[in-house]
């Protein structure tokens, strides 16, 4: 366990940056040790925070495994971002390194945390976090637990719904739900955000979109849970499909989904209508379909999403990007884990995939069903799906926008977006 880190992301929130003492500053802890998509949903709650009970102003720092740490620099007004990688979270957790988690202690300990308050999804564990906060003297701990904490929490919030995670509500609201339970008051409409100076200054680094499309499409092929994922056929004929109905499409994955981005593109280049594909940057004339894998970090990826018009992508960490740039989202979900908890959040979404498939609520990270049958899907109901959601349909008809979760903001074509 090594690579921990502190930074001080300077979203406005004063002078709060290096470990500056007891009693400079009132500050709260929030804690989400999963990955960018999980931050991004804690987003809204980990602003409540900025607000005490009292009604007075607290610092807010992050603590964030680094599978998150992209994500926290996103979100507004935090304090400083502390990364970690704890031996009691993620896919293949290391082993607990005593040195690592006395140094994280320490840490707690200088900025003098009046209040830790850890976030965690259904199947996980505040206790392991309440105890290193107790160990730094934090006064006061606060976590959803079905476990008997003793004296770790001194707020033992409990959620509803059952073991395999159905019922229970959106993330969004689950993590608003125990910020209430400290005593605060929550947003009636919470929205995701992100720092929108950090967006701006990424979306001049962004190549030009096409000339000559109905628009922009953003596919993401990929995700960090396999089985969350279309398979690479399925993204191209997807990616194929919109090509040929006039949108530009760009391909988008992280520097080590750059080989399967690849395998999209040349699926689709082939599948779809000739002299379509290219690299970023490529002299093909009229070439409409991109691949932009590897290009950009997170802020630069939440550019593109945000001058997208629409966004098609599995259930992982970008679809809660666009949604916190307010891009409409065709959401290809695998229902290994509940939509009503996890699907995008707060803008016009279309959700495609087979809800009740033998996969559902299994968790499975590899799909347990030959064919992934899920999100057998083919490229004409995604094209069906990105006209609805941005409100184009044939003869220039408005369509309907299935949402699925949360209230929704205005997200057509031409709309304002929050």
């Known amino acids: 366990m ?54 007075a102003p607290r610092e807010v720092d992050l603590l964030v495994s680094p599978q998150g740490r992209a994500a926290a620099h996103l979100l507004p007004r935090v304090a400083e971002v502390r990364v970690e990688q704890v031996p009691w979270s993620g896919y293949a957790p290391a082993a607990a390194d005593p040195a690592a988690l006395q140094a994280l202690v320490a840490w707690m300990a200088g900025r003098a945390h009046e209040e830790v308050v850890v976030f965690t999804s259904f199947h996980q564990s505040p206790l392991p976090m309440a105890l290193l906060a107790r160990l730094a003297g934090a006064p006061r701990v606060v976590g959803t637990s079905e476990d008997y904490p003793g004296s770790l929490l001194d707020v033992r919030h409990r959620r509803p719904g059952g073991a395999d995670g159905s019922g229970g509500g959106h993330e969004v609201l689950a993590a608003l739900d125990l910020v209430a339970a400290t005593g605060r008051a929550v947003p009636s409409r919470p929205r995701l955000a992100v ?8 979306e001049r680094a962004l190549p030009a979109t096409p000339a000559g499309a109905r628009g922009l499409v953003v596919l993401h092929p990929g995700a960090s849970v396999p089985a969350r994922a279309p398979s690479p056929a399925v993204a191209a004929d997807a990616a194929a499909a919109l090509v040929d109905d006039g949108w530009a499409v760009a391909l988008t994955g992280s520097p080590a989904e750059a080989a399967l981005v690849a395998d999209v593109r040349e699926r689709a280049s082939r599948a779809a209508s000739p002299g379509v594909g290219g690299r970023a940057g490529s002299t093909g004339a009229g070439g409409r379909l991109v691949d932009l894998a590897g290009a950009t970090d997170l802020a630069g990826l939440a550019a593109l999403l945000r001058r997208a018009d629409a966004v098609v992508v599995g259930n992982t960490g970008p679809a809660h990007l666009a949604a916190a740039v307010g891009t409409p989202v065709v959401s290809l979900f695998s229902p290994v884990v509940p939509a009503e908890r996890w699907a995008p959040w707060g803008v016009p979404t279309v959700l495609l995939g087979d809800q009740g498939a033998p996969c559902a609520l299994s968790r499975a990270r590899e799909c347990p069903v030959p064919g992934h049958p899920c999100l057998q899907l083919d490229g004409r109901s995604v094209v069906e799906a990105v006209r609805s959601v941005v409100g184009v349909q044939p003869g220039g008809a408005a369509g309907s926008v299935e949402r699925v979760a949360g209230p929704s903001a205005a997200g057509t074509r031409g709309g304002a977006r929050p």
């Open 2 to 55: 090594s690579g921990a880190a502190v930074d001080a992301p300077g979203a406005g929130v004063g002078a709060a940056g290096s470990g500056s003492g007891r009693g400079r500053a009132r500050r709260v802890l929030a804690v989400r040790l999963d990955s960018d998509g999980d931050v991004l949903l804690t987003g809204p709650a980990v602003l409540a925070l900025g607000t005490g009970a009292d009604g």
């Open 195 to 202: 720092r929108t100076d950090l967006v701006d200054a990424a």
